[in-house]
């Protein structure tokens, strides 16, 4: 479904990405695991079309999609959930829904997608009426991926789902990434809580300095932490024992 | 490592991975040997980039995208499931008028908002014209849904004009978009 190939991304005289290749199957979950400033949210804006790659190519279905403006990947089903949420606060939750669905079908389809993303989300449901700002964070980040689920998407692109929100509802968010990944969306995620990205993708990336360093199946990089340890670190790899449910970064970056 | 492990996990051949790295050294060598000759030529008075410049570029650059692209992404969004979409259904009215009247309100006032959102962000020097760039793409995202809910009651002639308006000022945005985000790897 997704493929990168040989993509390079520069800043100016920085290079971000270095050689990056990778693939997405149709249906597939997978995770992007690195430490902080190994290009994994730079990956995922060059697959949206924020960035254009100096080198390489990206392919979704088929069909060539690097440098593309991010509409244009949007069209092609491609969903990119960013880190931070961009909700409109003061919207409330079925106005913010409606950002992510306007089709030709008109009110009733856009009724009947409601219904069907809401299923995943009952919280929202009975919180439509109320002011997305005045949500908990664990509930916003959930109308941000219900918003990104509005467009049906064929690929959803998750950047950090957990930031800043407390293990527990991060392991409710990932059951339902898991539960929407089963109804035949991909996944491609990065995420600071490495064993939960593992323990829920088949396949995983890890990223050093720009460039894939690992790859292959999820369960075996979780079960194995000291070689993802010899390419991440310590600390990030710290995150992936039974034990260290922690991010490594948790500290820096919760908000 | 168990030689399940050794084939189920594939760190990368260094023998390739040096080989994309040349390449992309060269690449962006070539980008950068560009880049400080359009330097060179159009200010005299700009120094050596040190490493610790180039450091400095990042962590501002990083910081700028991370404030800067929810916004790109959610009104991306609105325009490809909105105005794009919704300018055929204007022109042969394929909801009721009040339906499409709300959803173009809707194009318009989001937009309008993720506009102001992306003006605000504080940008470093380095970054300027690519800002400015996307504020002109902006600019004309909000144009072409402002025509889109004037041409949702509009009617013959009028109406074609101001979805001929809205057609010509969103692609014109698109290029400006485009500019943008050249700009940011320059």
Redesign the interface.
Known sequence: MLELN?V????????AL??ISMSVGDGEMVALVGAN?AGK?TTL?TI?????P??GTITFDGQRIDGM???????HGV??L?????L?TDMSVM?NL???????S??KAFRRRVDEVMDHFPILRERSKQAAGTLSGGEQQMLGVA?ALM?TPKLLVVDELSLGLAPKIVAQLFDILTAINATGTAVLMVEQFVHMALSHSSRAYALAKG???????AK??RD?PE?LAA?LGDDEAAGTSEGGRVPANAGGRAR | ?SA??MT?????NRR??SA??L???V??AS??AV?ALIASRSSSSRGT?SNAD?RA??TS??SW???I??????A???????P???V??IANK??PIA?LRV?AI??HA?LT?LAGQIADVSTPP?LQSAHVLLNQAMAGYVHAARSLLFAVPASGARRTSLLSTATADGRAA?KV??AA??D???
């Open positions: 040989d390079d991304v520069c800043y100016g005289p920085v290079q270095r050689g400033g949210t804006r949206s079309g924020m960035l254009s100096a080198r403006p991010p509409w244009k990947v949007i069209e969903a990119h960013p880190e931070g949420r961009a409109f106005d409606r950002l992510g669905a306007w089709t030709q008109g009110e918003r467009s460039e894939v360093v690992l790859a292959g199946d075996e990089m194995r070689l390419y | 490592m399940g492990m189920a996990l594939r760190p990368r390739s991975v994309g790295a390449v992309g050294i690449v962006c980008v950068l880049a980039t180039v570029q990042r650059l990083v995208e991370s404030e692209h929810p916004a790109v992404l959610a991306s969004q609105v325009v490809a499931l909105g794009r979409q919704g055929s259904e394929t909801q339906e959803m809707g194009w989001r908002v380095f698109d978009y485009d985000v050249a940011i790897a320059m």
